[in-house]
């Protein structure tokens, strides 16, 4: 029985689908079966950025409606063996994902799979509460910004309320805290939250940082989940929090400035 | 940070500082509210029905909060009553 894993913000552009494509392409990777579902119905873009799109079939509420069956629809990744994404549809009906839809599809993926990455939609309306609902672990992406920290904290407490975990009063959904667009330079400047603070704000153990990075905008560009992106900050950043998620113990990367020599300090930007 | 910079920093104020506050303050504010279970709003009614058979209170005299510590759940009433209270 496969893991179900939601990664989600409440705030849009925070970087859920970057975080999405990387962790399922990061987990494929270590060898565990893994599918990556679009729950944003109405505005997929997974696809693009696992740069599958126009290997797109059947999406997710086809197979929800039964006009074509899981196999169909699952998108093998030709990158990477094991990961598989299931697009979300580009209909306008918000009420398209049912609930029961939605549970029968992640049972049958969960069949298949160990993990079942899902990508939540920005806010809390239907596609992003039933991502969030039959989840196992929450992956919530913040940014160190006044918005995005309080929506998170918002997300918390649906989490940890209107879960089927929660409504079923089994072991609550474990939480885990991605603190991505992190500048530890302006951290060290006093312009932005660090992540001790958030840490402190959010209460939840925290999975890893991504550090701003030029290496997010050049990967999505190309489709490439910048995770493979090996010699890159973010995707080694994104390398760790995988590994952490698999319960490896990671030392922190990237969360402090290189140390300049003096003539650096006195003259460099 | 260059030099300059460094005096630049100086002069404006620790933003960062400035947001942590508010953010710890709004969202134990928004904890506060959300926390409790689903029957809160129906016990204050209720409560504050029974109150009213005896003592005449305003529609807001009674206060219900859930505070968690640790594995502890606290219910607080608070009541307000009027300055001059009268029997019935």
Known sequence: MGKIVVVTSGKGGVGKTTSSAALATGLARAGHRTVVVDFDVGLRNLDLVMGCERRVVYDFVNVINGDANLNQ??????RVDGLYVLAASQTRD?????????????????????YVVCDSPAGIERGALMAMYFADDAIVVTNPEVSSVRDSDRVLGILSSKSR??????????????????????????????????GEILSIDLLGVIPESQAVLNASNAGIPVILEDESDAG??????V????????????????????FGRLFGS | MNLLGYFRAQRNKNTASVAKERLQILVARERAQRGGPDYLPALQEELLLVIRRYV????????????????CEILELNITLPDHQQGR
Not at chain 1, 243 to 262: M, N, S, V, Y
């Open chain 2, 56 to 71: 005449e209170v305003d529609q807001d005299a009674v206060q219900i909060q859930v505070d968690r510590e640790g594995d």
């Open chain 1, 236 to 241: 080694q950043a994104y390398a760790d929090g």
């Open chain 1, 165 to 198: 975990r929660a409504e079923q009063g089994g072991e609550p959904v474990k939480e885990h805290l991605l603190l991505t667009r992190y500048s530890p330079d302006r951290v060290k400047r006093g312009e932005m939250l660090s992540l001790e603070d958030v």
């Open chain 1, 94 to 114: 918000k009420d398209a994902l049912t609930s029961e839809g939605v549970e029968r599809v992640l049972d049958e993926l969960r069949d298949q799979f160990d």
């Open chain 1, 243 to 262: 590994a952490r998620f698999l319960g490896q113990e990671r030392p922190l990367r990237f969360t402090d400035i290189p140390r300049k020599g003096f």
């Open chain 1, 73 to 78: 629809a699952l998108i093998r990744d030709k």
